[in-house]
């Protein structure tokens, strides 16, 4: 059965950073794409970032592009999201989520896992 756990949120003043970690089980990490997605209240669940299996490969929504990177440790079977220069419309609980497909990679539905989600909170 596949977990995916997610770590590291909380509450951080405008400008901050957060370092955010998912760890997976279950199967073999390395063969599956991984994806961050967001849920701000009131809002639907958004697409952050994106990592191909082996690391080599990343896609960013146009919100967060050069200041989240998003990366992957297979040895540790981990994904993070470094956040940095956050903002207050980073507020959202942040999930991580693992597919097989490669492609439509900011679609939320073709996510076959998904952790519980992790708070964020940016104070202005």
């Known amino acids: 059965q596949v977990q995916l756990v997610e770590s590291g949120g909380g509450l951080v003043q405008a400008g901050g950073s957060l370092r955010l970690s998912c760890a997976a089980s279950g199967r073999t990490f390395s063969n599956y794409e991984m994806g961050w997605f967001r849920q701000a209240p009131g809002k639907g669940r958004e697409f952050v970032a994106h990592i191909n299996w082996s690391g080599g490969s990343t896609y960013y929504a146009g919100s967060v592009k050069g200041r989240f990177t998003i990366s992957r440790d297979n040895a540790k079977n981990t994904v993070y999201l470094e956040m940095n220069s956050l903002k207050p419309e980073d507020t959202a609980v942040y999930y991580c989520?693992?597919?097989?497909?490669?492609?439509?990679?900011?679609?939320?539905?073709?996510?076959?896992?998904w952790g519980q989600g992790t708070q964020v909170t940016v104070s202005s």
């Open positions: 989520a693992q597919t097989e497909n490669q492609i439509a990679r900011t679609i939320a539905t073709i996510y076959n896992y």
